[in-house]
């Protein structure tokens, strides 16, 4: 039950421009998001924290098998011996055999959509004499474990890195539903050919996919959402294997003027907040929307099974923010460099969007919410966030391939240009790279 106390503290998420403070709000809110995606500030709780992350990265190193087994009991409650790691075949198939057959026909459909979209935007079957794209060997996947399943994630980590020719991927996630992985998630990944999964999630199995020895061969690339202690595990293996990127909770940041809906617009910001955490901002140049907005909040978190999680969720991680006009509102927003980007402005929608420059997704008009692309549109819902979008893209097919430069020169191409590197290389002091090119003219 949503008391009145509730509803009055859900008034402080709406601020306006006419607040002296309300440039530090925005501030506030964008640190907290970035401090939120891993244990990387100079506090001393984040100091602690990241410390025994690193410990576990250490001692996952130093003996494997042993150390993911305790981290596993210690953390999820669950004894597994190393040959209990990895999931049969037998029970990958037995989870797809079980799997509501209209649900897998949804599932298929995406998988379609998604291998669609992935293979049109792919960059790997590009020819250039002076460039090789080759698939990455092995890709691990971190899916979150929780009591219901995530089959999403599987669908938009694992069909990009399948587009791009990856030769093995490997799911990891936490024994959370009945000491295994949640039957739909096995479904799926049967139903994608995936037949090397481990019930083993949290820093403990990121450390392990890195790790040179141990049950679970290291792979080449990490992918994949999770909490802090999973985004600071990936962090620390970086170097040794690749990563997408740092991925805290989920966010969305919605620009709308005063033609959006606001029963709608407030619906969008309850379906990140139900994340728990999760942020949802609203940035508009109308107050009259903004109100309405809220009075929907109040309306619809009501009819929520976690109302007060999600009541507590947007006073700390959400705001609804009126600006004076639609320049300021995108300026903040390419700032803010949010992991999804709904811009809901009637006939203004597609004008705003070539607007933005910093975000991992955006949703464009008023029949795009941030579930589609969660499930259907093809693109991938592993995204940048914490403002990381401003460097971090999403991860699709292009991610599970890297480049090599091609260099062949025959004897007269090299003559024409030996001069010149010579000259580069002598007045760098590097002698020996000159003369490999003087040898080559005495012929």
């Known amino acids: 039950m949503i008391d ?5 503290e859900l008034d402080q998420i709406l601020i306006s421009s006419s ?9 506030g809110l964008h640190r907290k998001l970035l401090r ?8 001393k709780e984040s ?12 001692e996952v190193d130093e003996n494997p098998d042993k150390a993911v087994a305790e981290f596993t009991k210690k953390y999820d409650g669950v004894e597994l011996k190393p040959e209990q790691f990895k999931v049969s075949k037998e029970d990958l198939k037995k989870a797809h055999s079980e799997i509501d057959k209209v649900l897998l026909k949804s599932v298929r459909r995406a998988i379609e959509n998604v291998k669609r979209y992935q293979t049109e935007i792919f960059i790997g079957n590009f ?20 009591s219901a399943p995530l089959p999403s994630t599987v669908i938009m980590t694992a069909v990009p890195a399948q587009v791009a020719r990856v030769d093995t991927i490997v799911v990891v996630s936490p024994p959370r539903y009945k000491g295994s992985i949640h039957p739909v998630t096995l479904a799926v990944c049967c139903e994608l050919g995936i037949d090397e999964v481990y019930r083993i999630g949290g820093a403990q199995a990121v450390a392990a996919l890195a790790c040179e020895k141990g049950t679970i061969p290291k792979v080449d690339k990490i992918v994949g959402p999770g909490n802090k202690w999973v985004q600071t595990a990936k962090q620390l293996v970086f170097g040794g294997v690749d990563i997408d990127s740092i991925a805290g909770p989920s966010e969305v940041l919605i620009i709308a003027n005063d033609k959006a ?24 140049d109308s107050q009259e929307l903004a109100k309405k907005v809220l009075d929907e909040l109040k309306k619809q978190v009501k009819q929520l099974d976690r109302a007060k999680e999600t009541i507590e969720c947007l006073k700390e991680y959400s705001k609804v923010a009126v600006f004076i006009n639609m320049d300021d509102v995108v300026e903040k927003a390419n ?16 004008e705003i969007a070539e607007k933005i420059y910093n975000a991992g997704a955006i949703f464009i008009g008023d029949y795009s919410p941030v579930a589609v692309g969660d499930y259907w549109a093809g693109s991938s819902h592993t995204l940048p966030t914490g403002t990381t979008a401003r460097f971090f893209s999403a991860l699709s097919s292009n991610d599970f391939i890297k480049s090599t430069s091609i260099i062949a020169y025959d004897k007269k191409m090299l003559a024409e240009s030996a001069e010149d590197i010579i000259r580069l290389a002598e007045v760098e002091g590097l002698d020996a790279h000159a003369r490999s090119i003087k040898i080559r003219q005495r012929d």
């Open 47 to 58: 100091e602690v924290n990241r410390q025994k992350v690193l410990e576990i990265v250490r």
């Open 19 to 27: 607040q002296p403070d309300f440039s530090e709000q925005i501030k």
């Open 4 to 8: 009145n106390k509730m509803n009055i």
């Open 127 to 146: 020819k250039h004499p002076g460039i090789k794209y080759t698939p990455i060997k092995r890709v691990g996947i971190c899916v979150p474990g929780a």
């Open 335 to 350: 700032d803010f460099a949010s992991e999804h980007l709904e811009i809901q402005c009637g006939d203004k929608s597609r």
């Open 261 to 284: 809906n606001p029963a709608w617009v407030a619906a969008d910001m309850l379906s990140q907040a139900e994340h728990a955490p999760g942020s949802a901002v609203v940035f508009t």
């Open 36 to 43: 939120e995606a891993r244990f990387g500030g100079f506090d």
